[in-house]
């Protein structure tokens, strides 16, 4: 008779008895994965101050979690998970290139302790933690965070960057000064749509190369680490929304395509608005989520103090999420 | 575009090994348990006493009222016990213990070979029959049949649904009988559509078993009525509601049963059984059991005697492997862990998997990242991750609106989530917690 005893170690517990495999190390590196066309796009844009600022940035991120982890709330450390290098390198990624050190450092502080570890860690932040560690960083240092490197072109990568405005921050000029916002373009005021897609642009380091993040986004959808929802609403709600302002006044409106392809629209859109943990969890909750931060984008761009919105917009939809997650319930099968 | 339900699902990896493994018979043991208790509902009322002597096909357990279920030798012998053992989980049931002498069957049962295909039974002889043979659905849950085909009144079946999908990893009983008893289950499924008084019926198979499909559908086509529906392979389309779902788009309804939408749903294993019962006039003695697992030697699917200990299927796959770690009676997505290799095979044990300790331990669990994953797997629409919460703060009136009820415990969300949380551990206890509240509203 065969007993339960033959077998050394034996485990009892509730179905399924088998799991997918699936990590919270697999999704986080993934998506790290998906971050490096930018990354190296970045280092040929900027050099060596690209390198720099995202390093610090990283090594911030995983000392200050650790250290918050091992001696604030005496827990075991969980620094490689992948979630603090995410935020390290997204907090990089949303910062000039020649931003002094040690304001990439305060960033770093204030993105883990402040915007997670002060929830509880990963999981339970209402507000996705770089953007936190970047808005904190606006407000704070807002010359150091204005001051843009402007690449010297893509045809001649690696050469000392002169300073410059973004094309948003143009844009915001003209329209303060009453110029048509048409003649940026055609005036060679700002770089034309080509230069544009490839990242030829003044801007943070990692929200330059349009095509570098969407190739990211193309990996992250393949590897099913994201659902198309959330960017893909953003970008059709820009396009949408900003073409309608376009449409009824062009000197005051620039065209949508410029507004999907400036500032940080990719980066937040495909790496930041979809963060697993400040995004709803139903797709019509993601839905509701993705308009909410197109239309709040381009309100800000187009109407607020400052050029950029994308920060504020998913920060502001962050804080819905809850209540989004309560109202919008996934279809039910009955 | 082959069919299959609109929501959720996993693609568990298949490992459906025993695929090409003819049915062999297992060798009946020296002693046999027969739980009295093996169906949905009340176990079955001893008839037999410890000295007597019976019959292979005789019946030792009469069904307790309306949902239960005929309880039948599978041996002849000597009852030596009508007692209280452990089952599978540990837990004390009545059971008829058989101490095995000869092979005979009581007279009446036709044990040929030869097929009968005539069906002459009218409905209610064919209704008859299948509560004398005491015959359970065969995919697992065990529900006694004869109740299923009695719709409440109000309702009338339009479709009768063969469930050939065996969504389960690893198990391949009811594809082996597709493939050596079609005809069977054909005439098995024209005697099930008298019963019902439909004129139509559906067999549904994943496209993982071409051979099944082929192999029905050359049969089907001389049959009128019997159609074969080829299903695209996701788990859990074996469930009640999504098999509807994929075969003929309908939703039944939160908390409702299939004829709501005109269905019945039977299992391949319940035609075959319907089919001996009928035609041969044989009771529920036997059925097919895949014994599989990483490390175990022989592989395969075995023809064996409801009461077979359990620990006898083991050693004729070639024993229990070294590194075995967890045996499971059924799948890996719904079966359950065995406490007691010991117990005997049941009418609802449709395969044992016995797991290594690499397989078999569960990581450690780690926070909710809110990635979603479980609400965009779960095949009724919930939100698993939120269940879990409610269950664990102990809300059961939270839990009931947010559908806690509908969670057919599939295992979906548990089989995805990268933080390895046990979220359809949560969500069984917050269930029954919900069903408790709900029964006491009622009183």
Known sequence: MLKMRAMKNRVISPSPHVHSGDSIEKNMYGVLIALIPAFICSVLFFGLGAVLVTLTSVVACLVFEYAIQQFLLRKRPTIFDGSALITGVLLAFNLPSNIPLWIVVIGALVAIGIGKMSFGGLGFNIFNPALVGRVYLLISFPVQMTTWPVPAGVTTPLTDAATGATPLALMKAAVNTGKPVSELISSGVVSGYRDLFLGNLGGSLGEVAAFALLIGFVYLLFRKIITWHIPVMIFVTVFVFAGILHLANPDLFINPVFHLLTGGMMLGAIFMATDYVTSPMSVKGMTVYGIGIGILTVLIRQFGAYPEGMSFAILIMNALTPLLNRYFKPARFA | ?443
């Open chain 2, 1 to 443: 575009m082959l069919k299959t339900f609109k929501i959720g699902g996993v693609h568990p990896p298949e490992n459906k090994w025993t695929a090409d493994g003819k049915i062999e018979v297992l060798p009946v043991p020296e002693e046999v348990v027969i739980p009295l208790g093996q169906h949905i509902g009340a176990p079955a009322t001893p008839v037999v006493q410890k000295g007597d002597h019976v019959k292979a096909g005789q019946l030792i357990g009469e069904a307790a009222g309306f949902v239960s279920a005929a309880v039948h030798s599978s041996v002849s012998g000597t009852v030596t016990a009508v007692e209280e053992r452990p089952d599978a989980g540990g837990i004390p049931r009545p059971v008829v213990v058989i101490k095995v002498e000869g092979d005979e069957w009581m007279e009446g049962i036709n044990r040929s070979e030869r097929a009968e295909h005539n069906i002459t039974a009218s409905k209610e002889e064919i209704l008859k029959a299948i509560g004398a043979a005491g015959i359970v659905g065969m995919g697992g849950a065990a529900f006694p049949t004869r109740v299923k085909l009695s719709p409440p009144p109000g309702n009338t079946a339009e479709l009768l649904i063969i469930n050939g999908v065996e969504c389960e990893p690893y198990l391949t009983a009811d594809h082996r009988i597709m493939l050596e008893r079609a005809e069977d289950i054909v005439v098995g499924t024209m005697i099930l559509m008298k019963a019902l008084g439909v004129k139509k019926a559906v067999i549904g198979i994943e496209n993982n078993k071409p051979d099944a499909i082929g192999k029905l559908q050359g049969i089907a086509t001389k049959v009128l009525g019997v159609e074969i529906c080829p299903l695209k392979v996701k788990y859990p389309q074996g469930g009640e509601k999504q098999l509807i779902k994929a075969v003929t788009g309908k939703t039944v309804p939160s908390c409702g049963l299939p004829i709501a939408v005109g269905a019945v749903v039977q299992n391949v294993g319940t035609a075959l059984a319907v089919y001996e019962a009928v035609m041969k006039r044989k009771p529920l003695v036997e059925r097919i059991v895949t014994v599989t697992g990483t490390s175990v030697k022989k592989p395969g699917n075995f023809l064996c005697r409801i009461g077979t200990p359990i620990s006898r299927l083991i050693e004729a796959a070639g024993g229990l492997p070294a590194d075995s770690a967890k045996v499971i009676c059924g799948g890996p997505m719904m079966g359950r862990a065995m406490a007691n290799l010991d117990a005997p095979v049941t009418k609802g044990t449709s395969g044992i998997l016995i797991l290594s300790e690499k397989e078999a331990l569960r990581k450690p669990e780690s926070n909710c990242i809110r990635c979603s994953k479980c609400v965009s797997v779960c095949p009724m629409g919930l939100e698993p991750y939120l269940l879990m919460d409610l269950s664990r703060f102990q809300l059961p009136e939270r839990l009931e609106t947010e559908k806690v009820m509908d969670c057919i415990e599939c295992g979906s969300c548990s089989f995805t989530c990268p933080s390895h949380r046990p979220l359809l551990d949560y969500i069984r206890l917050g269930k029954g917690r919900t069903g408790v509240m709900i029964r006491n509203r009622k009183k």
